[in-house]
């Protein structure tokens, strides 16, 4: 069993900046797929970011050029920069880990989530 938890969110203005971590513990391993998704009030959970073992990482095109994910293995830590803000990136965001898969952009392929953390942008 793995566990993740995820802090960082809080209130940041349109083109602020706000950095997320996730800290996993349990049976972790370095080769795990990471990743992170969003989720905000009425929408579907969506992807974010994800990232490899070997820290190949995936972005979706909202994100793109503004995020960056990353881990640090030795600290079975997650990370997620976020800058240039917008309002419309306000959601509760989770970090994920996945068991058997280098590396994924399919929420379904992730088998443990944290509680997810909120961030809140305003205009």
């Known amino acids: 069993q793995v566990q993740l938890v995820e802090s960082g969110g809080g209130l940041a203005q349109a083109g602020g900046s706000l950095r997320l971590s996730c800290a996993a513990s349990g049976r972790t391993s370095t080769s795990y797929a990471m990743g992170w998704f969003r989720q905000a009030p009425g929408k579907e959970r969506e992807f974010v970011a994800a990232?490899?073992?070997?820290?190949?990482?995936y972005y979706s095109d909202s994100v793109k050029g503004r995020f960056t994910i990353s881990r640090d293995n030795a600290k079975n830590t997650l990370y997620l920069q976020m800058n240039s803000l917008k309002p419309e990136d306000t959601a509760v965001y989770y970090c994920?880990?996945?068991?058997?898969?280098?590396?994924?952009?399919?929420?379904?392929?992730?088998?443990?989530w944290g509680q997810g953390t909120q961030v809140t942008v305003s205009s």
């Open positions: 990232i490899s073992g070997s820290t190949t990482t």
């Open positions: 994920a880990a996945a068991r058997d898969l280098r590396i994924s952009v399919i929420r379904g392929d992730y088998d443990y």
